[in-house]
């Protein structure tokens, strides 16, 4: 009986303690699911505080983005992102698609005037950054036309190189945002490298290269051609802001010195500046110039057009490892090469090169010399001086004539000179068997036996060398040359055809005063008669008003405009 209570109590206790364990899991099933409860609740309320909280902020970025693009376009609101496609182009001007030309018309953007953009690349930015932190990829321009295709914006060289100074991006995309830029008052720039301020009134050349832009900003490089040299200028500073307008505006303009050395100067255009009477030693590579400067002061310069002095260029060369040639140009020619300059000596070694200009009232200024290295690399000795004349050329023709006209002379069958009857037969002996006369048609020239030999002709123009110049007279002047402009010519055809015909060559225009390529023949044919250049032709077209009557007339019209209007002479 005992046995049974005890294994009935015990079951109870079991059942008992089962039924607390069912009890207290369910109690924390139910614990657990209302944390899981709370936590998911707490969750979702988060979720749903961050989501309201990205909305306002977008909302925010969006409002604040807007208030910047009205506020940078003065009430103008155009912002889209394009595709960046390249064109080749001068200046700044880019092109958009014809939908953005409807969209800024209907805000009347036509009617303030000319539009400006600012362009920046697209690439993702810190939430909350401002976009203006990206100011080295980002620059200003103008529009030229609206013909791009939907999507895109075609962009000039120049907007090309400064938007994308870094790694170019598969498909580059730009951020295009019209901009309201305030009238430039100052400008500071500085060359990248040496040779800038070397060219004639360098300022005008660097006004005209900004004629084809419409803006400037600040760490943009501007490009500033000069016949086929390039060179780069940074813009430093800017004034009234770091964007401006340069159109119908007057621009103070400082440009520094740049940072370069004369250290890698033969693979520049740089003019090292050359003293009258000093040395300058040099070498220079083959196929390369080495450019010097000297300038003839007033004083000197009336002593040369009056014939009593000479200005001599002299080059001292090592004919043992190479060859130079030397050429000579008077500005505005800065930089002669073997098609255009104005004095050139081809001589093996040294030479000495005698500069008479054409004009006599043309004396005066800068010069350059160019030394090409025609073979190897050729070491040098460069030097210019003011040598007086010495009038002998008088006393050997008063000396030539006496001797001519003395009674008692007979002319040498063999050499054909005057000599004494007395020893006629004594000279024509020794001559016949020492002297030997050149056989070429108008040569004539009287040689010893020993260097006969060495006396030759080019078939090509006759001219007379010495064996051992032949080879280098024929690759200067008789090989063809090409010309830039497609024309191929021989040497002395191609200066000509550089100085006259050439459409790129550089010319100062009568009109704008400045030093441009002439391009080729004008259309008009009166511009051809008064030997007007392609560019003179479209520079005269532009009209200014008349100093007497006020009237709007061509640049090219208006000396004949004062004849016939106001009989002036």
Known sequence: MDFELRSAREKLEREQRERMQRAKAKADRERRAKAEAARRRDALEASNRERRLDAARAQEEADQKMEEVMQLGKGISFSHMFEALRYDGPGDKIKLPPSSFKDLSDQGALDKGPMYFRLSK?????PGASPDQDAEEATCCGVLEFTAREGSAQLPSHVWNNLFQSDIPDVPLIEVRYASLPKGTYAKLKPEGMGFSDLPNHRAVLETALRNHATLSENDVVMVNYG??????KVLELKPASSVSVLETDVEV????????FDNEENQHVLVPLETGKVESGAVEEGKFRYYKFSVEEGVAEKVASGCANIEVKIESDTSGGDTDIYVSRHPLVFPTQHRHEWSSHEMGSKVLILKPKDATLVSGLYSVGVYGFKATAKFQLSVAIKDVID?????????VSSAGNGDSVVCKNCKRHISSRTSVLHEAYCV?????????GCGVVLRKEVAADHV???KCGQAFQQREMEKHMKVFHEPLNCPCGVVLEKEEMVKHQSSTCPFRLIVCRFCGDTVQAGGQPLDVRDRLRNMCEHESICGSRTAPCGSCGRSVMLKEMDIHAIAVHQKS
Do not use: F, T
Not at 228 to 233: A, E, F, M, S, V
Not at 254 to 261: F, G, H, Q
């Open 457 to 459: 002709h080019c078939s």
């Open 392 to 400: 002998s050329h008088r006393i050997g023709e008063q000396g030539s």
């Open 433 to 441: 068997r020492h002297n030997v006369i050149c056989m070429h048609d």
């Open 228 to 233: 086929q040299l390039q060179y780069k200028l």
């Open 254 to 261: 400082d440009i520094e010195e740049p940072d370069s050395v």
């Open 122 to 126: 697209v690439r993702d930015r810190v």
